[in-house]
C-alpha cells in the first residue's frame, strides 16, 4: 500500500503541474500577441513612413492594418504633388523615393497603386475621405501623439512640394496651390 503521504505529494506536484502548465500556456499566448503586435508596428512603419513608437502603437490599437497607415500617410502626399494640377518628375522621383524608403516594394500593390495616384490624379472623394479619417483619428490619439503624427505627414508632404519649383534657384520652391494644400492638410489635425 502506497504511504499517504507520497500519494499526498503526488497529488501536489500534479496540481502543481497543472497550474503552472495553464500559467505557461498564457505566457506564451501573451508573448504571440507582443510578437504579433510589433509585427504589425513594423507594418505599419513600413507602410506609412511613420517613426515615433507609441503614435505606432495607438494606431495597432485602433486597429489601424499597413494599409491603412499607408494611405494615412500617403494621400497627402499625392495631394500636394497634384495641388498645381500636374506631377513632374522631380516630384515623382521625390514620392517614389520616400515611398521605397518606407519599405514599398517596386510590383506590390501598395507601389502599383502610388504610381497609379502619380499617373492619374486621384477622385477628390479620397482626399475626403482622408480628411474624415483624420478627424476620426483625432478623437483617438492624444495631443502629442497627433502632433507627431501631423509632424511626419507634412515633413514628407513638404520634401515633395520642395522636390520641385522656383526658378533658377530664385523665388519659392513650393506654389502657392501647394502651400493651400499643405495648410488645408495641417489643418485636418487641428
Known amino acids: 500500500m502506497p504511504d499517504p503521504i507520497s500519494r499526498l505529494e503526488e497529488s501536489a506536484l500534479s496540481l502543481e503541474d497543472q497550474f503552472f502548465q ?3 500556456r498564457k505566457l506564451i499566448e501573451k508573448l504571440k500577441e507582443i510578437k504579433k503586435m510589433n509585427e504589425t508596428i513594423e507594418a505599419i512603419e513600413k507602410a506609412s513612413g511613420i517613426k515615433n513608437r ?3 502603437k495607438k494606431l495597432v490599437g485602433l486597429n489601424i492594418h499597413p494599409e491603412m497607415a499607408a494611405a494615412l500617410a500617403m494621400v497627402p502626399v499625392i495631394q500636394v504633388a497634384w495641388a498645381d494640377g500636374k506631377v513632374d518628375k522631380q516630384e515623382r522621383d521625390a514620392i517614389l523615393k520616400g515611398a521605397e524608403k518606407a519599405g514599398y516594394a517596386r510590383g506590390s500593390i501598395d507601389y502599383d497603386l502610388l504610381d497609379e495616384w502619380i499617373t492619374r490624379r486621384p477622385p477628390q472623394k479620397l482626399m475626403d475621405a482622408w ?6 483619428l483625432r478623437e483617438q490619439l492624444s495631443a502629442s501623439e497627433l502632433a507627431s503624427l501631423k509632424r511626419e505627414i507634412l ?14 534657384g530664385l523665388g519659392s520652391k513650393i506654389s502657392p496651390s501647394e502651400d493651400a494644400m499643405l495648410i488645408k492638410i495641417a489643418a485636418a489635425f487641428d
Open 131 to 136: 480628411l474624415h479619417y483624420v478627424h476620426d
Open 155 to 168: 515633413d514628407h508632404a513638404r520634401a515633395v512640394a520642395l522636390a520641385s519649383g522656383g526658378i533658377i
Open 54 to 56: 507609441e503614435v505606432l
Open 22 to 24: 495553464k500559467e505557461d
